[in-house]
């Protein structure tokens, strides 16, 4: 004959208080999950005003595909602490004329680096004039900065046009708002519409710690400029790749 056991009592209090501790259990993953390091966030502010044609403009985009392809850009970011950067870029006009075409996107290998190329070859282009503002550009740039979601050891803004500020709020202002900031500010100027456009940058644009340019004599040496620009952004905490 079975023997009948008692029913199993629980505290109603022991059992409110499991409870509670297991939904806390399972929300802690949710927030308190802490943001990724990586060396670099890393926005690219792409010219694409009305002096931009739609060849430059390809030029221009395929330049950036081609470099984050390139195994020395690969070997920089393979030389940081994290061996990873997050990237996104936009395209930029007039000073409330942003739009960006690649969110943002963590480079750590081979496979990641390409996927970045091969979003940047996909994004249209979507502006096509209303001014050159390069203030503008780098006061969107820092918001892009606020919503990365990663935990840097840098933030820096890469700046890539043919022309100097000619709209908006003067772009000393907005450098000068980000270096306080704590952000960087690099340059690489194309000197096919304006030839001293490489010293407007130095004196105006660039700024904060380590802040330099590159300069495209041309379009057509768009895409090696930028291969030596970003290395050097990349691998700025190296000073040893730097040599290289």
Known sequence: ???????LFVPRRRLL???TAALIGAALPMTARAAPPVDLVLVLAVDASGSVSQQRFELQKQGYAAAFRDPRVLNAIRSGA???????????TGPRLHIQVVPWMLIKDEASANAVAAAIEASPRQLFGGGTSISGA??????????A???PARRVIDVSG??????GRPVTLARDE??????????LPILTVEPDLDGYYRDFVIGGPGAFMVPATSYETFAEAIIKKLVNEIAANDPGV???
């Open 162 to 167: 043919d022309g100097s500020n000619n709209s």
């Open 178 to 187: 980000a270096v306080r900031a704590g952000v960087a500010i690099n340059g």
């Open 1 to 7: 004959m079975a023997t009948l056991r008692a029913p």
């Open 138 to 147: 780098i006061d969107y740039a820092r918001l892009l900065l606020a919503q």
């Open 82 to 92: 994290t061996q990873s950067i997050a990237v996104t870029m936009f395209q930029w």
């Open 242 to 244: 730097l040599r290289r």
């Open 17 to 19: 208080c499991g409870v």
């Open 149 to 151: 979601p990663y935990e």
